[in-house]
Every structure is written in structure tokens, then in C-alpha cells.
């Protein structure tokens, strides 16, 4: 079972960008990865996912165009670029890991503990 741990949330002005990392344990280069975000008082919700291979990536309408999915897998790291933040995207943002890709977070096998973003107007 593949560990995930997020790093690089924070506080940042509106228009501005931040870089998430997810650092995985275990045999990470096999599952697809993704990010998760929930705001408070709303439902999780998928952001973006890349296969295994990198080259393949999916994204939400609300981020497509703004948000940019990488992964290094000598590194063991999944990263989110998120530009031209917007307050909307105030929210905790998980890593994810799953062998079939899915917008539903139940079709997700493993979880980071999430890191917070918090966008300001």
C-alpha cells in the first residue's frame, strides 16, 4: 500500500500561485496519482489525476487551464502547479493513488492527510 504525504499549502493572495508536492512511499510509479480538494462545508472534490506514465493528465473544468499535474517518478513525487488562484480554490488539498482513474473519490485507494490553501481576495 502506497503512503502519501503533502506538502507546500499556504496563504496567498488572489491571482497568485503555489506549487503542492506529494511524496510517496512504497511502489508509487504503478498507481495513477491525482489531487483532491474539499472546502469546508462541501463535498471532495477531483482536481486533476496523471497516469503512470506522466504523460497523461485530466483535470477539472473549474482548473483546467490555470492548475498543471506533474509527476517524478524517480522521485516519487506528484506535484500541482496552481496558477491565477482564485478564492473559489480556498480548500484542503489531498494526494491521491488509484490503479483506475475516477472523479469520485471512492474509487481512490490511498489518502495523504491533506495541506491546506487558502486563497485571499
Known amino acids: 500500500q502506497v503512503q502519501l504525504v503533502e506538502s507546500g499549502g499556504g496563504l496567498v493572495q488572489a491571482g497568485g500561485s503555489l506549487r503542492l508536492s506529494c511524496a510517496a512511499s512504497?511502489?508509487?510509479?504503478?498507481?495513477?496519482m491525482g489531487w483532491f480538494r474539499q472546502a469546508p462545508g462541501k463535498e471532495r472534490e477531483f482536481v486533476a489525476a496523471?497516469?503512470?506514465?506522466?504523460?497523461?493528465?485530466f483535470y477539472s473544468d473549474s482548473v483546467k487551464g490555470r492548475f498543471a499535474i506533474s509527476r517524478d517518478n524517480a522521485e516519487n513525487t506528484v506535484y500541482l502547479q496552481m496558477n491565477s488562484l482564485k478564492p473559489e480554490d480556498t480548500a484542503i488539498y489531498y494526494c491521491a493513488a488509484t490503479f483506475i482513474i475516477a472523479t469520485t473519490p471512492e474509487n481512490w485507494a490511498a489518502w495523504g492527510q491533506g495541506t491546506q490553501v487558502t486563497v485571499s481576495s
Open positions: 496523471v497516469l503512470w506514465n506522466g504523460v497523461t493528465t
Open positions: 512504497g511502489h508509487s510509479s504503478r498507481y495513477a
